[in-house]
């Protein structure tokens, strides 16, 4: 004969009520309950239902209960990190969060919530590391997919938002969002090929009379040749500039913060982490050698063009 267990029969009736919506009865029902504040399974519901219920401190107060007296539920260390994230703690968020990752690494719950945390805190380049982190765990996570899509789409890295959506719409093909997302992005596609127009511009009509006063400049054959030549060693700097930068901004730098990032996550952060951040600051200092030599290299041009 089963012996009855009062309280495993409230908290059935509690989540009945909470996937009624009643949320208000279920929050009364379990914080009736005597035994609530010690028992893990009540304390993750209350703090499920209070969060739905947007009461988010008395969600808070349950979760970091559960953390304390129940460290090893990876449940409530993402469910308090998803409360920071509601009440805009968005670091103190982060830390939780990686608290979780390292108690368990393969949660992808985790790795989806910091990444929100850090695309909030402008840190889009961790944030895209920690969904990438999340969909290694669940190739199915679509939610990840959207988020690494709107955040390639605000750098203006369409054709990487792009493949993110078609990804998306893989694993859920009548996903609005993501067809909603794909229409936004053709139509921002459009707007920036529209802001330099291969066919050139309209005239000013103003400008065209100011221009028919003045006495026209005629170039001769060699004084083109040599103006010519004259822009085109002003420009091999920041040509040779932009080579250095581009592997450095989207492959050496990248990979290596994502390196730090686990780095931080892990115990033994501390014998590995000061190389790490040496080389991030010898990249630091390359990428701003290189972007001083294009604005000199610009400075240059701006001055030689005003002589002539």
């Excluded at 808070?60 to 129940?70: G, N, P, Q, V, W």
């Excluded at 590391?129 to 988020?147: F, G, R």
């Excluded at 997302?181 to 065209?208: C, H, W, Y």
Aim: charged share 25%.
């Amino acid at each position: 004969m089963t012996t009855p267990n009062p309280l495993a029969d409230e908290l059935l009736q509690a989540r009945r009520l909470l996937r009624a919506g009643q949320l208000q009865q279920a929050i009364d029902l379990l914080q009736n309950l005597p035994e609530i504040h010690k028992n893990e399974d009540g304390l993750l519901l209350l703090g499920m239902v209070s969060f739905r219920a947007g009461q988010l401190e008395a969600a808070r107060t349950a979760f970091e209960t559960l953390t304390r007296d129940f460290p090893q539920c990876i449940a409530a260390w993402v469910n308090l990190g998803a409360t920071h994230n509601k009440l805009g703690d968005h670091r103190k968020a982060i830390e939780v969060f990686r608290r979780a990752v390292q108690k368990d690494r393969r949660c992808a719950d985790a790795w989806y919530n910091m990444g929100i945390a850090q695309r909030s805190m402008k840190m889009p380049t961790m944030a895209i590391s920690a969904w990438k982190e999340a969909l290694k765990i669940n190739p199915d996570l679509v939610d990840a997919q959207l988020q690494l899509a709107r955040t390639y789409s605000d750098m203006k890295n369409y054709g990487l938002a792009q493949k993110c959506l078609h990804e998306a719409l893989r694993i859920q093909p009548d996903l609005a969002r993501a067809k909603a997302m794909l229409t936004e992005i053709q139509e921002s596609q459009k707007t920036a090929r529209g802001a330099a127009s291969p066919f050139g511009r309209l005239v000013n009509l103003d400008a065209l009379q100011q221009t028919a006063n003045t006495t026209p400049r005629l170039l001769s054959a060699a004084t083109r040749d040599a103006e010519r030549e004259m822009l085109q060693n002003l420009t091999k700097p920041a040509r040779q500039a932009a080579r250095d930068l581009a592997p450095l901004l989207t492959e050496s730098l990248q990979q290596n913060l994502h390196r730090l990032q686990r780095i931080i996550l892990e115990t033994s952060a501390r014998s590995h982490s000061p190389e790490l951040l040496e080389e991030l600051v010898q990249q630091t200092q390359q990428i701003q050698d290189c972007l001083q030599a294009v604005s000199t290299a610009a400075s240059r041009i701006r001055a030689h063009l005003a002589q002539t």
